[in-house]
C-alpha cells in the first residue's frame, strides 16, 4: 500500500484561509454520527460533497467548496497524483469521548483513494491507523497542515484525550 504523507503543500494565502475561515467561529458543522450498526460515535461534520449513494446529482453542498478543491490541487500537484472524480468530500471535527476509538471502516466499497488533510493543532495521541490484512499497518500522526494520502484500506483515527480534531477528507479516484 503506497503512503504519501507531506506537511509542506499549502500556500500562505490557504493556511491564512484555514486559520481565519475554516477554523473561525463562523464555520458551520453539523452533529453526525458514524454509518455503523451502532450510532455510538457522534461527530461533527461540514459536508462539502455528499457521499453518492446521499445526493441526487453531482453538485456541492457547500459555499465553501472552491477553497478545498483548491486545497486538494495543491497537494495532488506537489506530488504527482492524478485524479478524475471525488465521491465524498467532508470537514470532520472530532472530540474526546468514553470511546478510545470509532469503528474501523472503510469509506467505500468500490476501489478509491483517500485524501485526509489535517486543519489544526491537536493532541498527538489522535493517530489515523491504516490496517493492512487486518493488522496496523502505519500510524499517521497528526500535524497542523499535513496531508495524507492512501489507497481504500481499513482504517480509523483515534479520537483525542483534550480538545478537538479537525481534518479534511476526500475520497476520489
Known amino acids: 500500500m503506497k503512503v504519501i504523507e507531506d506537511s509542506n503543500f499549502l500556500s ?3 493556511k491564512k484561509h484555514i486559520e481565519n475561515v ?4 463562523n464555520f458551520p458543522f453539523y452533529y453526525t454520527y458514524t454509518n455503523g450498526p451502532i450510532n455510538d460515535y457522534p461527530f461533527l461534520a461540514h459536508i462539502i460533497l455528499q457521499r453518492p449513494e446521499l445526493r441526487n446529482h453531482n453538485d456541492f453542498n457547500s459555499p465553501h467548496y472552491q477553497f478545498f478543491i483548491e ?3 495543491s497537494f495532488c500537484d506537489k506530488n504527482n497524483i492524478k485524479y478524475s472524480k471525488f465521491f ?3 470537514v470532520n471535527l472530532t472530540f474526546k469521548l468514553k470511546q478510545k476509538k470509532p469503528e474501523i471502516h472503510i469509506d ?6 483517500q485524501l485526509i488533510i489535517y486543519l489544526n493543532d491537536c493532541d498527538q495521541s489522535a493517530k489515523t491507523i491504516l490496517l493492512k490484512n ?4 502505519k500510524e499517521i500522526k497528526p500535524e497542523k497542515y499535513k496531508g495524507v494520502c492512501f489507497d481504500k484500506c481499513k ?4 479520537y483525542p484525550k483534550t480538545n478537538a ?5 476526500y475520497t476520489f479516484i
Open 108 to 113: 467505500h466499497s468500490f476501489e478509491h483513494k
Open 134 to 137: 487486518n493488522k496496523k499497518y
Open 88 to 90: 465524498r468530500i467532508a
Open 165 to 169: 480534531r479537525v481534518v479534511v477528507v
Open 71 to 73: 486545497i486538494f490541487k
Open 155 to 158: 482504517h480509523y483515527a483515534l
Open 12 to 14: 500562505k494565502s490557504q
Open 22 to 25: 475554516i477554523l473561525g467561529n
